[in-house]
């Protein structure tokens, strides 16, 4: 079987056990403790949580998933062995409350065995035995299961059935929340198929695990307890190149003499050919024998995996929106990529190499994830910049390599982390760089190095404890009414004292929005009978009550009615930001491309903010057509409009963002049928109440992620006046029409650039002049010429260019010139040849001087600068130098 039809007969056969077939999720995850989706269940941990419920109580899927960074990190592992991917396939069936362990358990044993024939004798399942101190207790609904089946095949159960323990077959989302005992398949790819299970988890690639059944059936509780759950789910999930690599290994089973390997299958024999082409190496199927000594041979097969997987793994993600960077996921990414660049430059390929082969991922993959058709030229496009980049940072590396290897007999620990963290060096290919020279590489040192790294990637990773949905145990959270109505009645139910004689008001309901979605919270008033307060701001506590912040004290109120009044001009100007945010997002996507997602935003009364995914800096033109694409759509005055929905039937062309939780039922804001986004917050009736839109300005604030700040309605008003009001002081300041002022302008610069040349020749006449002056008051000592003297200088340049000027003159000796500019000293020294031999260095020289004088300086033995603080000490110093 090739592995599309490997891939899809998993999906047909568990269609025909009535589950849905499900897109894969994106690779960046919801779940704000993960750095990517690394499994198949990800997307449903809100069924399981209770958060939401399933449209479909069973399902499958095929899930694009990386294990980089992180917890699950295995990136230094790739290319060494043969079943070690970042990039990888999870197959999987899920069942949200339907069935349980009997049908996971028969289905599994039918596909494996009746459809893809894989030989029973060869299959051993494992069952949960808790050790000591482990959860629950032994599993005896899996174990009869499989009794039974194992008995109906003819096979000893007592040989095929291997307990483990919490280690091995418990599986558990987090410290907290829903968990289970699990059931493995593993099969024995020994040439005989012999080991009567001796190899079941014992980290042998010679029996390897191919499917987990997980039995979600306890809730881990914060305080140790796991508590039998209501209702009960099953999450399975299969290593599809795993799958793929066995059948072609074996030759479908008829062949167990080569050595299993992932990467024997056709998912990478198009990406191997192409290696091959380019590189004029064939791959041999080697693995390295030792890993301290690798061969030639043998590297040049790990650079083939390497680069398989990883070209996989950067399209893929990158087609998710994702790209490089320097932060968190980004910068695994970023490593990955430069770790790809590196190995390729060691198999001779040329810059440029690793970006053309992101077709062949599309050819092989985009029929399954069609973001990769979609995206396939801004794919190629990131890859190639980031190949440039590092190419130049890869040739300073060298250089450093080189440069460690002429100065010490090793590489220290923290060299090799420095060349693998900051320059891209995969320590393997350091070690090998490193015996080509006879050296050694400090192994434990560098390992050092990266725990310290991979602490600081968890400190990244937000901790996240998951609980089972609880809602009837927490504070109500307040009900929102100010999508329709900005002033309300409501009896005050709670008074919390904050900082700065400040309190915050809780009701039931209110008008006011609490800061939340980038969306700044409301200001106003509320007013009761006797008392009024004004608000100063609204924010939203854990429980998701509405604070509404009050200045001064408010106490024996609790209870009191009040009318809640929000400032409709503020809450309005707020309204036309949030809005224009959202057509500036279509906007961006629509020119720049819809990899383009949202990292953050932020509006207010007064502009927008707005960052975004993107890979290099946006050309003037793309800005100049996004501004027009937006005026465009605020002058058509679309309708704007929103409605709630449940979560599995939102529109298929919403956007949602990713890391938001959202619950069984969103809010849809839909402007004119082109922008729709899941969205909170609040916004105008039509895109004519925004008015115009200006880009204030456009930066990059991180690697990948670029910013747009613009203003819109009143702010823009205000901000058109002020402009004006300059273009009228600037007209009257140079006497001429405001449409003619930057023709006057022009003249006006060129003007002056004309006098600042004729200025230039004035100074170097005189600075000519002053070096003919100088030089009358020559000192010589042993052959060498000295002149000292305090100068005038317009600045530090003008300086050494009287400076070397005078040496010119001199012939052999020394210069030393010092001058006062803008309140501080600004020394240069020059020393002739036979000077420097005769040990009158510049750079000691000015070290001297700028020591005297309250200062610093140094440079080359010939010349030298510094600056020191000192002025009236100055002259005298000068005066009293001598060689």
């Known amino acids: 079987m090739t592995s599309n039809q490997i891939r899809q007969s998993f999906l047909d056969f568990f269609a025909s056990k009535q589950h849905a077939i499900v897109p894969s999720?994106?690779?960046?995850?919801?779940?704000?403790?993960?750095?990517?989706?690394?499994?198949?269940?990800?997307?449903?941990?809100?069924?399981?949580?209770?958060?939401?419920?399933?449209?479909?109580?069973?399902?499958?899927?095929?899930?694009?998933?990386?294990?980089?960074?992180?917890?699950?990190?295995?990136?230094?592992?790739?290319?060494?062995?043969?079943?070690?991917?970042?990039?990888?396939?999870?197959?999987?069936?899920?069942?949200?409350?339907?069935?349980?362990?009997?049908?996971?358990?028969?289905?599994?044993?039918?596909?494996?065995?009746?459809?893809?024939?894989?030989?029973?004798?060869?299959?051993?399942?494992?069952?949960?035995?808790?050790?000591?101190?482990?959860?629950?207790?032994?599993?005896?609904?899996?174990?009869?299961?499989?009794?039974?089946?194992?008995?109906?095949?003819?096979?000893?159960?007592?040989?095929?059935?291997?307990?483990?323990?919490?280690?091995?077959?418990?599986?558990?989302?987090?410290?907290?929340?829903?968990?289970?005992?699990?059931?493995?398949?593993?099969?024995?790819?020994?040439?005989?198929?012999?080991?009567?299970?001796?190899?079941?988890?014992?980290?042998?690639?010679?029996?390897?695990?191919?499917?987990?059944?997980?039995?979600?059936?306890?809730?881990?509780?914060?305080?140790?307890?796991?508590?039998?759950?209501?209702?009960q789910h099953v999450d399975t999930g299969m290593g599809f190149e795993r799958v793929a690599g066995i059948m072609a290994t074996s030759k479908n089973f008829?062949?167990?003499?080569?050595?299993?390997?992932?990467?024997?299958?056709?998912?990478?024999?198009?990406?191997?050919?192409?290696?091959?082409?380019?590189?004029?190496?064939?791959?041999?199927?080697?693995?390295?024998?030792?890993l301290e000594n690798i061969s030639e041979v043998e590297m040049k097969d790990v650079i083939f995996r390497v680069l398989a997987d990883h070209i996989r793994c950067l399209s893929c993600s990158i087609a998710d929106g994702i790209l490089p960077g320097n932060e968190s996921r980004n910068y695994v990414l970023r490593r990955i990529l430069r770790r790809a660049v590196m190995y390729g430059r060691k198999l001779g390929l040329e810059n440029g190499f690793f970006a053309q082969l992101v077709p062949i991922v599309v050819a092989q993959l985009g029929h399954v994830f069609p973001e990769l058709k979609a995206q396939e030229e801004i794919i190629q496009k990131i890859i190639k910049s980031e190949e440039d980049a590092f190419g130049r940072t890869l040739d300073r590396g060298i250089q450093l390599f080189d440069k460690i290897a002429s100065e010490q007999d090793q590489i220290s620990g923290l060299d090799a982390f420095t060349?693998?963290?900051?320059?891209?060096?995969?320590?393997?290919?350091?070690?090998?760089?490193?015996?080509?020279?006879?050296?050694?590489?400090?192994?434990?040192?560098?390992?050092?190095?990266?725990?310290?790294?991979?602490?600081?990637?968890?400190?990244?990773?937000?901790?996240?404890?998951?609980?089972i949905a609880e809602?009837?145990?927490?504070?109500?959270?307040?009900?929102?009414?100010?999508?329709?109505?900005?002033?309300?009645?409501?009896?005050?139910?709670?008074?919390?004292?904050?900082?700065?004689?400040?309190?915050?008001?809780?009701?039931?309901?209110?008008?006011?929005?609490?800061?939340?979605?980038?969306?700044?919270?409301?200001?106003?008033?509320?007013?009761?009978?006797?008392?009024?307060?004004?608000?100063?701001?609204?924010?939203?506590?854990?429980?998701?009550?509405f604070l509404h912040k009050v200045s001064g004290d408010a106490e024996n109120i609790l209870g009191h009615h009040a009318n809640l009044i929000v400032d409709v001009k503020r809450r309005r100007s707020i309204e036309r930001h949030h809005s224009a945010t959202h057509v500036l997002h279509w906007a961006l996507r629509k020119v720049l491309g819809t990899h383009v997602?949202?990292?953050?935003?932020?509006?207010?009364?007064?502009?927008?903010?707005?960052?975004?995914?993107?890979?290099?800096?946006?050309?003037?033109?793309?800005?100049?057509?996004?501004?027009?694409?937006?005026?465009?759509?605020?002058?058509?005055?679309?309708?704007?409009?929103?409605?709630?929905?449940?979560?599995?039937?939102?529109?298929?062309?919403?956007?949602?963002?990713?890391?938001?939780?959202?619950?069984?039922?969103?809010?849809?804001?839909?402007?004119?049928?082109?922008?729709?986004?899941?969205?909170?917050?609040?916004?105008?009736?039509?895109?004519?109440?925004?008015?115009?839109?200006?880009?204030?300005?456009?930066?990059?604030?991180?690697?990948?992620?670029?910013r747009i700040e613009a203003i819109v309605g009143d702010s823009l008003y205000s901000h058109i006046n002020d402009m004006e009001a300059t273009i009228a002081s600037a007209s009257k300041s140079l006497s001429t029409a405001p449409n003619e002022l930057i023709k006057k302008i022009d003249i006006v610069l060129a003007r002056n650039a004309e006098l600042e040349k004729q200025l230039k020749s004035f100074q170097q006449k005189a600075s000519g002049n002053l070096a003919d002056d100088l030089l009358k008051s020559a000192t010589e000592t042993n052959g060498l010429k000295l002149v000292a003297a305090k100068v005038t200088a317009s600045d530090p340049n003008a300086l050494r260019q009287l400076g070397a000027t005078l040496i010119g003159k001199l012939g052999e000796g020394v210069v030393v010139l010092g001058a006062e500019v803008k309140g501080k000293v600004s020394v240069v020294a020059f020393s002739s040849q036979e000077a420097v031999k005769a040990g009158h260095k510049a750079g000691d020289i000015i070290r001297d001087l700028t020591a005297k004088l309250d200062g610093r300086g140094g440079g080359k033995p010939d010349f030298a600068m510094g600056g020191a603080t000192n002025v009236a000490e100055l002259e005298n110093t000068l005066k009293v130098f001598s060689l």
């Not at 380019?278 to 041999?284: A, E, V």
């Not at 800061?515 to 701001?537: N, P, W």
């Not at 800005?623 to 937006?630: R, S």
């Open 597 to 706: 997602h949202q990292a953050g935003s932020y509006v207010d009364d007064q502009r927008l903010r707005f960052d975004f995914a993107h890979f290099e800096a946006i050309k003037p033109e793309q800005l100049a057509l996004i501004e027009k694409l937006c005026n465009e759509q605020l002058l058509a005055n679309n309708k704007v409009n929103w409605y709630e929905t449940p979560f599995n039937e939102k529109p298929k062309e919403v956007i949602a963002f990713f890391g938001d939780k959202y619950g069984d039922v969103v809010r849809v804001v839909d402007i004119g049928g082109f922008s729709i986004e899941l969205c909170g917050g609040t916004h105008v009736r039509a895109t004519g109440e925004i008015g115009l839109l200006k880009i204030a300005s456009e930066s990059g604030i991180a690697a990948g992620t670029r």
């Open 254 to 290: 008829t062949d167990f003499s080569t050595p299993p390997s992932n990467y024997n299958s056709d998912l990478f024999d198009t990406l191997f050919q192409e290696f091959e082409k380019l590189s004029g190496h064939t791959y041999q199927r080697t693995l390295p024998e030792d």
């Open 471 to 545: 809602r009837e145990n927490d504070a109500e959270p307040t009900r929102f009414v100010g999508f329709n109505t900005l002033a309300d009645e409501d009896e005050l139910i709670d008074v919390v004292k904050g900082e700065n004689n400040s309190s915050y008001l809780v009701f039931n309901h209110s008008p006011f929005y609490a800061e939340m979605g980038g969306q700044v919270g409301d200001t106003g008033s509320i007013e009761f009978e006797d008392r009024h307060f004004d608000v100063l701001d609204t924010i939203k506590d854990a429980n998701g009550r």
């Open 25 to 231: 999720a994106s690779l960046m995850p919801d779940a704000p403790n993960l750095l990517f989706t690394n499994a198949g269940m990800n997307q449903f941990v809100p069924y399981f949580l209770g958060e939401r419920e399933s449209a479909n109580p069973r399902i499958t899927d095929t899930q694009k998933c990386i294990r980089a960074g992180g917890k699950h990190n295995d990136l230094e592992d790739v290319g060494l062995d043969t079943y070690h991917h970042t990039f990888f396939e999870m197959l999987g069936n899920w069942s949200i409350g339907d069935y349980f362990k009997q049908e996971a358990i028969e289905w599994a044993w039918e596909l494996i065995t009746e459809v893809w024939k894989f030989p029973k004798e060869r299959l051993y399942a494992t069952v949960y035995k808790p050790g000591e101190g482990d959860p629950a207790t032994f599993d005896q609904e899996a174990y009869d299961f499989w009794k039974a089946i194992f008995e109906k095949a003819g096979l000893d159960p007592k040989v095929h059935i291997i307990y483990g323990n919490k280690k091995d077959n418990f599986w558990m989302m987090g410290d907290t929340g829903p968990c289970g005992p699990c059931s493995e398949l593993h099969i024995d790819l020994t040439p005989a198929g012999d080991t009567k299970g001796s190899l079941v988890n014992a980290d042998s690639p010679y029996c390897i695990e191919i499917w987990n059944l997980v039995f979600i059936q306890f809730n881990a509780t914060p305080e140790g307890d796991f508590v039998p759950l209501k209702n």
């Open 419 to 467: 060349l693998y963290d900051t320059y891209g060096f995969p320590i393997d290919l350091t070690q090998l760089m490193a015996r080509q020279r006879n050296m050694k590489v400090d192994i434990a040192g560098f390992e050092a190095e990266m725990e310290k790294r991979r602490q600081q990637s968890k400190d990244g990773a937000k901790a996240a404890q998951i609980l």
